[in-house]
């Protein structure tokens, strides 16, 4: 029975994941009802404008991107191995998706599906997943196409990236070379060449240098200031998600802010359920999970689209309702144009702003990506500007359909195809894809369309 000052009702308030609103206009009308789900994302990005004081550090999630056989897997094994976060767990570890490891007291939460495309589409849903990205290149072998093309996603997403100089231990690695290429091929230059690169020579296998690229994870990591919100009610990204024959539907999820309880509530997308068992990466059976924890849960009345959000909420009505609202969004949201075309980016761009048109760009050599960046560099003026999210060497892919729709980009393939799986995605998330075989017609549809003259198609 006591007046409470503002900074203790807020406090309060956020233990219950309530934001607390300051009504001192008497003549204030009753805030319209919003759709639950907006409803909760607005509690979170309100809490993350004006809580920022409250939050605490949380452990960093760590990605490893790379081309095929240059050690990913190897590395994550290694790693898991020498630094469980529990070593009596031991015997029979199965893999959730994602593991935690304890290196110097602090905590690493590793992602151990590896690859960008997984990552790239979790982006593409509108969750980043990742903090920290290692790039692994093995030295024997250099800067590879799917080099290139990880670094760019990793990159497109805004996330510090370390490289990991990989198999240093077999007779035939060439750790300079391998720096020569990195700075040639994607303008990285390193710390110890007086860039700001950060590179580690590694062996997966071996285990040599591992420990300075933990080292490093944990560096980069005090540098981001990696924060989460640790109290109330979670929120947390699905990263896997599965029909299991026994389990029925489980999915893994990453815990971004506040403590995931057995016999919570929960809504991710559009489904929902009540937490019936929390599994972490050691297969032992966890009453909570908070923040960058990796933990399987049981209790879904259906298996959970990938890479949603997931949300706890505080009663089953509120679960039942908000998810049905979202099943309708979703739906809608199916309906609804979303990604830019070359015949229509003038018009979706705003008056008065910058505009600048993302391109992905692939062909079928480095040469003729070089002449087209050079031709395309020169259609940028001060209104507008193209961004060339990613250039690669190859047919067309599913992955370069996902950096697209994460980026809103469009795919411009010169001499290389699509297959039908690509095609197929590329309808589905409604990206564009044109392909050329002479430069002339690529650059002059280019240019038609910064000035929003090309034709629609068809
Ligand atoms: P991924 O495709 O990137 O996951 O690559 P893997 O981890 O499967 O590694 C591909 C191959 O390279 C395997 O035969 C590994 O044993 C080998 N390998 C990985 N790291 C090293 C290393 O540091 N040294 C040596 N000599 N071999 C390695």
Redesign the pocket.
Known sequence: NQDLNIEIAEEIAMNFNYILTINDDEQTKPTETKQEKDILKERWEKIYSEKKDKFKDRAPVVTVM??????????LDHIRKTQVADKEAGGITQSIGAYQTVYNGKKITFIDT?GHEAFTEMRARGAQSTDIVIL?VAADDGVMPQTIEAYNHAKDAGVPIIVAI?????PNANVELTKQQLVAKLNLIPEDWGGDAITVP?????GMGVDDLLEMVLLVSEMQEIKCYPKGNARAIIIESKLDKFLGPVATVIVKDGILKNGDFFVAGSTFGKVRRLIDSNGKTIKQAGPSTPVQILGFDEVPSMHSILYAVNTLDEAREISSIAKEKEESKSKQKKHVKLEDFMNMMKENQKKILNIILKAGTYGEIEALKNSISKLKNSDIDIEIVHAGIGAITTSDVMLASASNAVILGFRVKADSKTLKMADKEEIQIKRYDIIFNLIDELKKALQGMLEPEE
């Open positions: 790379g081309h095929v056989d240059h050690g990913k897997t190897t590395l590896p692994i990989n198999k240093v231990d077999k590694i062996s997966a296998k071996s």
